[in-house]
């Protein structure tokens, strides 16, 4: 097995991996749970200039868990999704802008899917201004809560949509967007997810649109100081891509966005998600 070395970014989130032999990254199991291991400890892996190729990349995420396979046909690699605004290259690209919000993917699947477990992006072109990536820790967010705050919010529940997250980006929309987004359904999440390792996170970002059983506006502004705490000075991680990078991050506790970019720009990542094995609760 590749020896990995592990040099953390930030005190709270990302860490830059390095030593990695590319040829092993399909094949290797152990590399594959040593890889899930530092991602478990830091939220976020920086592989710098690993220059995978899909198929690599798809056989390295095997190694990782299950893939996604539900956004197959938008790119000739089985599992490989392209992360553009390039509508000719994708064409569900509209919908990307609302990942210039913080938000954890799969909060609101089509179903009762469990939120992604990992997801993996490596950068094949990039924004000549903007197109950053940025994260922050759910469970460093928790953490940072006073003991009162954690009984306080530990019954909480909140309300997920597509609309929420989409009504952020496009605030007039017309009817038939309108119709579009609410025939996702909504789904209600508590606002502490105690996981199975019994580490705790918050359950944040564009797509929680209120509190079950407080005032709207109240809870809205409750969601709302709790995002800006987790997102403040210090608790992010600012990732400037080069082309040939690779980044990891644990979808289950780290928040993310994409700083926005021009929508002409030639900026394609590719994606491969890992799917969930674990339901918020």
Not at 20 to 41: I, M, R, S, T
Not at 122 to 138: D, K, L, P
Not at 159 to 185: F, G, I, K, M, N
Not at 226 to 253: F, P
């Amino acid at each position: 097995m590749s020896v990995l070395t592990i040099d953390k970014l930030t005190s709270t989130v990302g860490a830059e991996v390095t030593g990695l032999d590319p040829a092993a990254l399909g094949q290797d199991d152990a590399l594959g749970a040593a890889v899930l291991d530092a991602l478990e400890d830091n939220g976020v892996l920086v592989f710098p200039k690993l220059n995978l190729d899909p198929q690599a990349q798809v056989a390295f995420c095997r190694r990782l868990g299950e893939i996604d396979h539900s956004s197959d046909g938008h790119h000739p690699v089985a599992g490989i999704y392209p992360v553009t605004l390039d509508t000719s290259k994708n064409a569900s690209a509209a919908y990307l802008r609302a990942t210039f919000d913080w938000h954890i993917d799969g909060c609101t699947p089509t179903g009762d899917d469990y939120p992604q477990k990992a997801t993996v992006l490596s950068a094949v072109q990039v924004a000549e201004r903007g197109g950053e990536t940025e994260f922050a820790s759910s469970y460093g967010a928790y953490d940072a809560l006073r003991d009162d705050e954690k009984a306080r919010l530990a019954s909480l529940r909140v309300v997920h949509s597509l609309e929420a997250s989409q009504r952020r980006v496009t605030p007039d929309p017309t009817p038939e967007q309108v119709a579009r987004w609410r025939s996702r359904p909504t789904h209600e999440h508590p606002l502490v997810w105690t996981h199975r390792s019994g580490r705790k996170s918050l359950v944040l970002g564009a797509s929680a649109d209120y509190v079950v059983g407080m005032d709207r506006d109240e809870g809205r502004a409750l969601l709302a100081d709790l995002l800006d705490r987790a997102t403040g000075a210090g608790q992010v991680y600012r990732h400037d891509w080069a082309v040939g990078d690779t980044v990891i991050w644990d979808n289950r506790g780290v928040l993310h966005r994409a700083a926005p970019y021009d929508p002409d720009s030639p900026r394609l990542m590719l994606r491969t998600t890992i799917l969930g094995d674990e339901p918020i609760q």
